[in-house]
């Protein structure tokens, strides 16, 4: 409960926009998981995954980041 209340000051220091963003982060990494579940596997290879792999790497360093930030306030 404590660190909910963190949390939500933590939420209210932040600027709106950047809420808004971190949801739709998490929307589309939850559905690129579920496309990456749902697709056919394509061809393999270097060039044809490079771009969707970049783009989960970012998505999870974020991801990363703000769960470290989220451990260190606790």
Known sequence: LLHRQILMQWRKS???TSLAALRNKK???EERRFQNKTQKK???GPFFNFTPVLCDTRVYR???AI???YRAIC
């Open 42 to 44: 394509g061809p393999k």
């Open 62 to 64: 974020t991801y990363r």
């Open 27 to 29: 929307r589309e990494r």
């Open 14 to 16: 932040l600027p709106p």
């Open 67 to 69: 769960r470290s930030l």
